[in-house]
């Protein structure tokens, strides 16, 4: 009886002991995918601040150029917010305001609200990554804003280059992105790029600055930091 009752609490400590050893191991798997789809999701939410930024900055433009570049660009968008993996990650569901968006290019505040909802996203997958022992991750929401900045002044730029005079409220706007840039850090390149933003546009008498210029001008800087942040995710 006594041979009996130790085989059968040695089989019963051997299951207990298989069983935490199962449930961790799915635990671990648990964890292990979460991790991937969150790393993918912040992928692509790099992907969509770009395309989101460019289709602002390109919005109120008219020209057969930069239509086509923005139809491209909604295009892209519309790949991209395609499964979005927001009630799976407890994410919020951006993408319900693409549509809207995307029938109203022009609309800038609108573009804005959409990017800032994704910077918050942004900021909450990089938290969660962290805790996962992803120390490199640290740094990026901020990273990202100081971008937002860029991109939002290029949207500007090109705006009030439409007018023979850059007007007050556009003026006002820009004049505090360039000061907030400019505390940022010392960036040579930045700060000349400011310099001549404020003489041929922010604060001259007369625009010389056409909107194509502006984009053309803000856009390969903020590429470049942009690939930077992908560069340290890496």
Request: net charge neutral.
């Amino acid at each position: 009886m006594n041979l009996e009752l130790s085989i059968a609490l040695a089989l019963g400590a051997v299951l207990l002991t298989l069983g935490h050893w199962l449930s961790q191991r799915a635990e671990r798997r648990h964890h292990l995918a979460l991790g991937q789809l969150e790393s993918q999701t912040l992928q692509r939410c790099l992907e969509l601040l770009q395309a989101l930024q460019k289709h602002r900055g390109l919005g109120a433009q008219k020209d057969i150029a930069s239509v086509s570049q923005r139809n491209a660009l909604a295009r892209q968008l519309d790949a991209l917010w395609l499964n979005w993996p927001g009630a799976s990650l407890q994410l919020p569901a951006l993408q319900q305001h693409w549509p809207q968006l995307r029938r109203k290019p022009a609309d800038f505040e609108a573009h804005s609200k959409l990017i800032e909802a994704l910077l918050e996203a942004i900021e909450l997958l990089e938290d969660r990554l962290y805790q996962h022992e992803h120390p490199a991750i640290r740094g990026l929401g901020e990273a990202c804003r100081a971008l937002e900045d860029l991109a939002r002044l290029r949207g500007l730029a090109v705006r009030a280059a439409n007018y023979s005079r850059c007007p007050p409220g556009l003026q006002m706007q820009m004049r505090f992105l360039c000061e907030r840039l400019d505390e940022q850090g010392q960036d040579q390149p930045l700060h000349a790029l400011l310099e001549r933003l404020r003489h041929e546009l922010i604060d001259a008498p007369q625009v010389r600055l056409a909107p194509a210029d502006c984009f053309a001008l803000l856009t390969p800087l903020i590429e470049q930091r942009l690939q930077g942040i992908r560069l340290n995710l890496a």
